[in-house]
């Protein structure tokens, strides 16, 4: 058994139970609420000083409605130093930018944080577990939708905006961060950390309006996908959530079919090529030929007429460390 499962809070009296439920977990329903307390009691958190929160997704749609257990760094901290085989970092966050990607929905041009924490093993030696967090995949970005006046069907303007109702657009660093060390511990102690998140984790998913176990599910089906796809494959996404492994051989026809399809905009095309970015470059690396050619439709077609298949140097990555 883990050992935060072994650190049991004290019993909650009545009035304190009764006082979790009108505000901490105002929202979770009478089962909800007594799953929270049972994980709040089995990992030793105490919710009062947030160290221990439920989230509830949906909480209008029946079919659609989950909670999450998310815990506060404090409560992060107490878990892993339990442990009795962690240790913190011992260097700064390493960030990763793109200048090219600073944008209304990217103030900094962040790409990555990188958080490297310590796991002891039996034999007494110490090892790096790492953890990343990327921007496009955790920043709570969502669309912009309007009336139209005529029809009064409401649609995407093909605009996105960073969420303003965090710390995403204030303090974008410091969030990225929270999410790498999640993502640390996670991987490096599964048995206490599995199944918890920090609030960052989720605000991406409360911006979209969509339930915990959609990201989850959507997050595995990439892992599995990324994890079979060999040397002579591609991982890449058609335009949609999902992504496929296209053999090296037909990667050119495949992506040239999307791009010159009749429906497609020089937005779709500038877009499909920014969300594409690694998997361009990995083509590049391989077929390099195929690849220029790849490269000059892409230029042709795109609203930007950025050159999508560059190598990092041309992406004006910088490396810096920050607290």
């Not at 996105?160 to 991987?187: E, F, H, I, Y």
């Amino acid at each position: 058994m883990p050992a935060t499962m072994q650190a049991m809070q004290p019993q909650l009296r009545p009035h304190q139970l009764e006082l979790i439920r009108r505000t901490i977990a105002k929202d979770c329903s009478r089962e909800e609420f007594d799953l929270f307390i049972e994980v709040a009691q089995r990992y030793g958190l105490d919710p009062f000083r947030r160290q221990i929160m439920p989230l509830v997704f949906a909480k209008d749609r029946p079919d659609k409605r989950r909670m999450t257990i998310i815990v506060g760094i404090d409560g992060q901290r107490m878990i892993a130093h339990r442990c009795g085989n962690y240790r913190a970092a011992g260097e700064p966050t390493q960030f990763v930018e793109n200048r090219r990607k600073k944008s209304e929905t990217n103030p900094l041009g962040l790409a990555l944080a990188r958080v490297t924490l310590h796991q002891q093993d039996n034999k007494g030696d110490w090892f790096p577990v790492v953890g990343e967090a990327y921007w496009d995949e955790l920043a709570p970005i969502r669309d912009v939708w309007e009336e139209d006046p005529l029809t009064g069907a409401t649609a995407k303007t093909g605009r996105q905006v960073l969420d303003a109702s965090g710390n995403w657009g204030r303090m974008p660093r410091l969030m990225l961060a929270k999410c790498a060390t999640m993502q640390a511990l996670r991987a490096g102690w599964p048995d206490q950390f599995g199944g918890l998140y920090v609030e960052e984790e989720l605000d991406r998913a409360k911006a979209l309006d969509l339930a915990a176990s959609e990201i989850a599910d959507r997050a595995q089906a990439e892992r599995q996908v990324a994890s079979i796809a060999g040397k002579d494959a591609i991982t890449v996404s058609f335009g949609d959530w999902n992504l496929e492994n296209v053999p090296l051989g037909e990667f050119a026809d495949r992506a040239l079919a999307w791009i010159e399809a009749p429906e497609r905009t020089p937005e779709d095309v500038s877009r499909w090529a920014e969300a594409n970015r690694e998997p361009l470059r990995l083509f590049w690396a391989r077929s390099p030929t195929d690849a220029l050619a790849l490269k000059k439709v892409i230029e042709a077609r795109s609203s930007s007429h950025e050159n999508a298949l560059n190598g990092a140097a041309s992406a004006h990555l910088v490396i810096r460390t920050g607290g």
